[in-house]
């Protein structure tokens, strides 16, 4: 889709995106909606109905009666067959990398056995894969991503029904002759099939396995995982035009109106970041113990590194020239970099001495990704230029999220809080609540700590199938079973980390 166009008296570009062009105004999301939900009634070709009802079919084989493993990724990899050709021909670059990470993300479930990662790969994957099938390019289409996978699923309800519709009324013959043949098909290779298998048990073992049961879950599965795929299908061939809804042009404020609150800004954070390492690499932190001190201050750290970039967006917008916002709010986005150090060098201090958890890890990647945004914004200021800057923002969010679950996070915790026991407490109970993809970090264990963590965790035979393996199950059942725990309950009276 095509970005607006810019008005010659637009202010700078160093904001989220372009400005309204000269018949477009600003809020106005209905306006938006109605050319978006008319849209219903464009015509489907029978190649993509059969494609979406075929993709429907087969993830419902690889998704009911199985653990989510290599049949759950398989499945958000076929939802984008629809699609893929039109992303194809849409050219562009950002569209195609953010479609790539969102599969990669849902891949995620085939690697990691634990739910926490899979779960937050999967809701940052929806995200991207809105982005990416809309075409969004300014930030409120960003935002507005989630909404499009709920209009976009209504809409494409009637498109589907339209296209069978239109298939059964021009082929309504062909169509009962094919679903005939089909019906005999089965029929005969039921009663035979079920016939030779209780004939020769060698015979049996090679037939798949046939679940009655699970048909009506089968069903209604394929059945939303159809419409998934056409509303994929769907949103890349119709995409909304909320890629045009940017904010409107703000006057330029004065140039001591506007330097004054920014340069008073800089001159903090920059006191503020000579402070941190006066007191980080010089020691003086007033008595308190380094634990303490960090854990003092890391979430107003956090907070202050996301209120920057709504400054910088904000201020930009207002920029008197570009010389000026160049210049104070480089200043600010490099001081706020030194503020980003700071609040990963606390969190450093802080497991260090209390030891790694799933939470402390999250936040870690999380602040790390608000650094990378930063660095993403002083790019856009010296190009002075922000269209791709939403676009890039929401890649920044899937590469980290992606790179979490790469790292393993639940083997890194216990291999971080292992290696700290070894001079302080061992929080076992936290250690043993950890999923089977540490599983072979805990086999790596000095014994009594090796059995007595294994004896809690997920080892257990985990063949379901092939729609059913995960890398991390499958390393864990690779483990040896623990055969003796008796020095377990010593070492879960160790004092728990806070």
Known sequence: MADARVPAHAPPAWNLGPVYGPREKPGRLVSALAPFWADRSRSMTGA??????????????????????????????????????????????????TAVLSVALLAVVAIRAAGWVAGLCAVVAAWAGASAVTGARSAPAQLLAPLSWAAGAVRAVPWLGAGVGRAAG????????????VTITVGLLVVFGLLFASADDVFAGYLPRVHAEWLPAQLVV?????????????????????????????????RAEWLLPVVALDALVLAFVLV????????????????????????????????TLVVVAVAARRAPDRTTARVALGVLCVATLGVVASALRRMDLYVDTYGLTRLRLLVVVGEVVLGVIVVLVVVAGVRWTGGWLPGAIVQAVAVGMLGLALINPDAQILRHNAAAGSTGPIDVVYLQG??????????????????CVLSQADTGPTWGGPFAWNLGRSRAAEVSPVENDAGCARLRSSERAP
């Open 48 to 97: 993509r109905l059969a494609l979406c009802v075929v993709v429907g079919a087969l993830c419902a084989i690889a998704l009911v009666g199985h653990q989510p493993g290599l049949g759950a990724a398989l499945a958000g990899a076929l939802v984008w067959v629809a699609a893929a050709p039109t992303l194809w021909r849409r050219r562009s670059a950002a569209d195609l990398v």
């Open 276 to 307: 941190q390492v006066d007191t980080l690499v010089g020691g003086r932190i007033g008595g308190m113990t380094y634990a303490h001190y960090a854990r003092q201050g890391f979430w107003q750290l956090v907070v202050a590194t996301a209120l």
């Open 222 to 254: 394929g059945a939303l995982v159809a419409v998934v795929a056409g509303t994929f299908a769907h949103l890349a061939l119709h995409p909304p035009t909320w890629s045009d809804l940017h904010l409107s042009p703000a006057p330029a404020a004065r």
């Open 170 to 181: 021009s082929r309504r013959g062909q169509l009962l002759v094919a679903l005939r043949s």
């Open 434 to 451: 950890l999923s089977s993809d540490a599983a072979p970090a805990m086999d790596e264990l000095p014994e009594p700590l090796r059995s």
